[in-house]
């Protein structure tokens, strides 16, 4: 949202928790609007009346949808049983993870561009390939893989104390190897 005003565009959100809603909200208010309406609602983006949004403003679609989900349950985001986080199976992260981009890709224009921000996770002793099973479900759902990114995120601040690690164990074993996650790109 926050980038969404810097470059001169108006911008929605759409967040489960009031409280990190609330915190988002007084993040991006601290920011130049630049004549922009930056917006944030409170709901289930599985479960969201994206046309009466669209009604709202008076528009008949969006330009971009930038999706940054749970990576199913790495992390525990809140006990709502509606987060993306609490799904009990892989399958139900990703049925209700297809419906938030059925739902939601209805409202972006043809032509336009969309993408994930996700990673790879690694449970019960097997690697999982979150990123590419999403990515997967974006296809199937007829938009065009246009990129994919790999990110590093060595840099980060919770991971800054692991460089080493990684850092050696590339040198080590004669790969290049290194903590990422995916940007996956589609146009409608
Ligand atoms: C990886 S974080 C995204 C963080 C965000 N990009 C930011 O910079 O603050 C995932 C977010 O999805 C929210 N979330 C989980 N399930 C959701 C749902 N069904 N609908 C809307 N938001 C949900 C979580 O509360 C969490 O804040």
């Known amino acids: 949202m926050i980038e969404c005003q810097r470059l001169k565009r108006n911008g929605i959100g759409i ?4 409280d990190v809603a609330k915190n988002s909200k007084h993040l991006i208010n601290q920011e130049q609007n630049n004549g922009t309406i930056t917006d944030i609602y409170v709901g289930d983006s599985s479960d969201f009346d994206y046309s009466k949004l669209l009604e709202k403003y008076n528009s008949k679609g969006v330009q971009f949808i930038l999706y ?16 993306l986080s609490n ?14 981009i059925i739902d939601s890709t209805k409202i972006l224009e043809k032509g336009r561009y969309c993408a994930i ?9 097997q690697v999982i390939p979150l990123g590419f099973y999403c990515m997967q479900l974006f296809m199937k759902n007829k938009l065009k893989l246009k990129a994919i990114l790999v990110k590093n995120f060595n840099e980060t601040k919770g991971k800054q104390n692991q460089q080493a690690l990684w850092r050696y164990r590339a040198l080590a074993n004669n790969l290049y190897l290194f903590k990422h996650e995916y940007i996956f790109i589609f146009r409608k």
């Open 87 to 100: 799904t009990k199976s892989l399958d139900e992260f990703l049925n209700k993870l297809e419906k938030v």
């Open 15 to 18: 967040e489960l928790q009031e």
């Open 68 to 83: 940054h989900p749970p990576y199913w349950d790495i992390i525990k985001f809140s006990e709502n049983e509606k987060d």
């Open 117 to 125: 921000v996700i990673g790879d996770m690694y449970k019960d002793s």
